[in-house]
């Protein structure tokens, strides 16, 4: 699992530090992510690996919300063996939404996530860790002004370890214990710009136990409920990618599953940080509101 692959991946996409939202209820929310990473020199005859990610969300009442999504991974090597492509391990996970936050306000909205993480790749190619991961994290979202939030993420693991491919931590046994901090600008309506810091390390002696890294990225909203973003990775010690970027793109499809109250605005938490009310669109077949 990709720290915050378990996430986040992804919800404040690009980045790995999780946020505070969840979808509306009856919402399905996907995102489709590309990464491409250049490998530590340590990491050899391993060069390069690009993770393609899918991954759903739907929301459900009391503020919670259902995350599966899985990779297909190709890890690039050098003439001396061969290279590996396939399915990696599958995550599935639940997130609450334990309190909202307030843009009148600098008390922290709250939510917490727990994962599972199943070994569907074949560690034999380095494709998946051959281990079931079960990763508990905490999340804090504080606004620092009316455009900028920042956000930070406290996650353990309790088994398994946070690699996806030949990235990430790799120790099998002990504990990993992981952290992300954030921080998020909409630059205008339809632009967030944000920088984050993240990392990880376990609790055993071994040569792929740290990872610290970090990341610059972009989101656009193009309409609602359809994004695009793109991000900048450097990292550092042999679990980081040494460069990398990614690239992928965000939908939203409001109301598949529950029939919405239209006797009041909601407002979709999908959307990092965004304290706007948003009104639903008449159609609930129509992109909107991410």
């Not at 991946?9 to 969840?22: C, H, I, L, S």
């Not at 922290?108 to 199943?118: D, R």
């Not at 993420?153 to 952290?179: K, M, P, Q, W």
Request: charged share 15%; aromatic share 8%.
């Amino acid at each position: 699992m990709a720290f915050g692959a378990a996430a986040s991946a992804w919800a404040q996409a690009p980045f790995y530090t999780d946020d505070t939202g969840v979808a509306d209820p009856g919402m399905l929310h996907v995102e489709a992510s590309d990464e491409l990473d250049a490998l530590q020199s340590m990491q050899y005859p391993d060069l390069r690996q690009n993770t393609a990610t899918l991954k759903t969300n739907v929301g459900l009442p009391h503020g919670l919300e259902l995350d599966l999504d899985f990779p297909y991974i190709v890890i690039d090597r050098s003439y001396v063996t061969s290279s590996s492509r396939g399915i990696g391990d599958t995550n599935l996970g639940v997130k609450w939404r334990i309190r909202e936050g307030s843009a009148t306000s600098h008390s922290p909205a709250l939510a917490a996530s727990f994962y599972t993480e199943f070994p569907t790749g074949d560690s034999r190619q380095n494709l998946g860790s051959g281990l079931i991961d079960y990763w508990l994290n905490l999340i804090a979202q504080v606004p620092a002004s009316e455009r900028t939030r920042i956000t930070v993420n406290l996650g353990i693991l309790f088994a398994g370890n946070t690699s996806t491919g030949v990235v990430g931590i790799e120790t099998t046994r002990g504990h990993v214990y992981t952290g992300g901090l954030s921080v998020l600008c909409d630059v205008s309506p339809r632009l967030t710009l944000g920088g984050e810091v993240y990392g990880g390390i376990a609790d055993t002696v071994g040569l792929d136990r740290t990872q610290l890294q970090t990341m610059l990225g972009a989101q656009y909203a193009v309409r609602e409920g359809l994004s695009l973003y793109v991000g900048l990775i450097a990292g550092t010690y042999t679990a980081s990618p040494r460069l990398g970027g990614v690239i992928g793109f965000a939908v939203d499809f409001p109301h598949l599953f529950y029939a919405p109250d239209r006797s009041a605005p909601q407002r979709s938490a999908r959307a990092p940080g965004d304290t706007r009310s948003h009104l639903f669109l008449p159609s609930t077949g129509d992109f909107h509101d991410l």
